[in-house]
């Protein structure tokens, strides 16, 4: 059960830091194929929120899922 649990928590921190530094995760991520000074567009940062959103849900469903099925 342990297992689990550290991957839920895990999964909700990355959700956590890609849902309030999109602009970050664009840096890491996709800033090297860019020449010059890009930015990423508006839906880029919002589909990232999304997504980190999502990602932060699963890792409490991943904790709590555990417990529940008992």
């Known amino acids: 059960m342990l297992w689990?649990?550290?991957g839920g928590i895990i999964f909700f921190a990355l959700g956590i830091f890609?849902?309030?530094k999109p602009d970050l995760m664009w840096?890491?991520?996709e800033e090297w194929k860019f020449y010059g000074t890009g930015k990423p567009s508006d839906l880029y940062i919002k589909s990232t929120k999304f997504g980190g959103a999502l990602f932060a849900i699963f890792?409490?469903?991943i904790v709590i899922l555990p417990f529940v099925l008992e």
Do not use: H, Y
Request: aromatic share 8%; glycine share 8%; proline share 8%.
């Open 4 to 6: 689990p649990v550290l």
């Open 18 to 20: 890609i849902f309030l």
């Open 27 to 29: 840096k890491i991520t």
């Open 59 to 61: 890792g409490i469903i």
